[in-house]
């Protein structure tokens, strides 16, 4: 196949030279497929992964507190390079989806939520809030078929979420990861890998849903804090 | 002319496949027209999983032609009662449901979607053996494939249903199918396929609305 398309190209060559209007074209032509070239090339070493995908409401009981949440600007704009020997580099933005995510997520678990821009609170915020949390992502890392030698694409994040009262105490500490996984698709393994994250995220959203929210509550309640069933209405 | 010769060609094209469907019903089964089914894929966090495209041809069988259920899809399903189907939360068997129905809103939405019946999908199709060569060339004069593959593949499949309304296993369908496809190279390569994880779809999905529909 290649020999036959040398051979076509020379006939071609032989056939520019003989006019130089013809053979400008061609030199035109020819950058154009080298710009092209390096184009498809470039693109094709950097993945570059769309996190997105359902992020329902969780079906859970409220926590009668009021409380305060503070996402940190890395929390925010969350971003994960790497460069793959086999794979190529991968670019994956989870930031805003993930931030999306737990806006969702704290307004379902506690009977009032308010998002602050400092990890303390002010006088008059004291006197509002009950306590603080700050969600924060540790590590993130994933795993594509040819280094797991598995038929998916796998993401873990880490996670870890603070509890601290309205003077600053802290009340608990809670770190667990979120896993995703996804089968390689038709187009390219950034798919699979956004897919994965998506997942991840979600799976995330699930424990804290089902097993952090239920241990704040009772570090909330052992701390004497908004306890009161009728917040929750 | 040409569609006649079409399909009969397609149908020598087709590979053998061999399958058997099993079943054991616990209690007593029907669904009301406005009553549905959800077809959940069962997944883990192991290398195996039931993949969504086996699940969604059981959904459009069962969804299709005379004696169709209601169902709801599954993704909307989960995202309707999300966190409680996740594949960390999910229950595990059909006496967990008890404690899931206990949890607040879970018991309200299900009655609200009118959901009789779940049914979990649990397996996948594997490549079991494969073999051969072939080789294809392309010149200048022309070119050509060579030589013989083979692979077989075995598809295993079980559904296991819940009565949403008495919290308990209705029963339990099996399904298996095999089946052997090659590729064989005379100068223009001939496919002859077999497709065992479809058979075990539509066998599947055949009995799973005969046990819905059909009784005791």
């Keep these: 196949m290649v020999r036959f398309v040398a051979l076509k190209g020379r006939t071609q060559g032989i056939r520019w030279s003989q006019s130089p209007s013809v053979k400008e074209k061609g030199k035109a032509f020819g950058l154009m497929l080298l710009s092209l070239f390096l184009v498809l090339t470039q693109s094709a070493c950097t993945n570059v992964v769309v996190v997105h995908g359902s992020l329902p409401t969780p079906l859970v009981e409220k926590i009668p507190a009021r409380l305060g949440v503070y996402y940190s600007e890395e929390f925010q704009s969350f971003q994960h390079r790497e460069n793959l020997p086999q794979s190529g580099a991968f670019e994956i933005d989870l930031g805003k989806q993930n931030l999306y ?17 400092s990890p303390e609170l002010s006088a008059e915020q004291g006197l509002e809030l009950d306590a603080v949390i700050i969600p924060s992502i540790v590590e993130y890392g994933f795993l594509v078929p040819a280094m797991s030698t598995l038929t998916f694409h796998e ?7 603070q509890l601290k009262d309205r003077y600053g105490k802290n009340l608990g500490l809670w770190s667990f990861v979120g896993y995703g996984k996804a089968e390689a698709s038709t187009f390219g393994a950034g798919e699979a890998v956004g897919e994965a994250t998506m997942l991840a995220i979600r799976d995330g959203g699930a424990r804290i849903a089902t097993e952090v929210a239920p241990a704040i509550a009772t570090a909330l309640k052992e701390a004497g804090i908004g306890h009161q069933k009728e917040l929750a209405k | 002319m040409i569609i006649r010769c079409t399909v009969i060609l397609c149908l020598f094209l087709s590979g053998c496949v061999t399958s058997r469907i099993e079943q054991s019903r616990d209690t007593v089964t ?12 069962r997944a883990s966090y192991n290398d195996r999983e039931t993949k969504a495209s086996f699940t969604e041809c059981i959904e459009a069988e069962l969804s299709a032609g005379r004696g169709a259920i209601r169902l709801i899809p599954q993704d909307k399903f989960k995202d309707d009662l999300y966190p409680w189907f996740e594949p960390r939360t999910a229950p595990a068997s059909a ?13 309200a939405r299900i009655d ?43 598809a295993s499949y079980q559904a296991s249903i819940w009565d949403v309304n008495q919290l308990t296993s209705a029963g339990k369908i099996s399904a298996d199918a095999s089946g052997t496809s090659y590729i064989a190279g005379l100068v223009i390569p001939i496919p002859i396929i077999a497709r065992p994880g479809n058979a075990a779809c539509k066998g599947l999905a055949s009995q799973l609305r005969e046990f819905i529909l059909g009784g005791n």
């Design chain 1, 101 to 117: 995510f737990f806006r969702n997520l704290s307004s379902a678990l506690f009977a009032e939520v308010r998002e602050i821009d």
């Design chain 1, 155 to 161: 993401v873990s994040i880490r996670y870890q979420i």
């Design chain 2, 30 to 41: 029907g669904i009301q027209a406005d009553e549905a089914m959800v077809i959940l894929g």
């Design chain 2, 95 to 107: 006496s967990d449901l008890g404690r899931l129905f206990a949890e607040p809103g879970v018991r």
């Design chain 2, 112 to 154: 609200e979607a009118k959901i009789r019946y779940l049914a979990w999908i649990e397996g996948d199709t594997l490549t079991t053996d494969k073999g051969g060569s072939m080789s294809c060339t392309l010149t200048t004069f022309g070119g050509g494939c060579f030589g013989m593959s083979y692979w077989e593949q075995d």
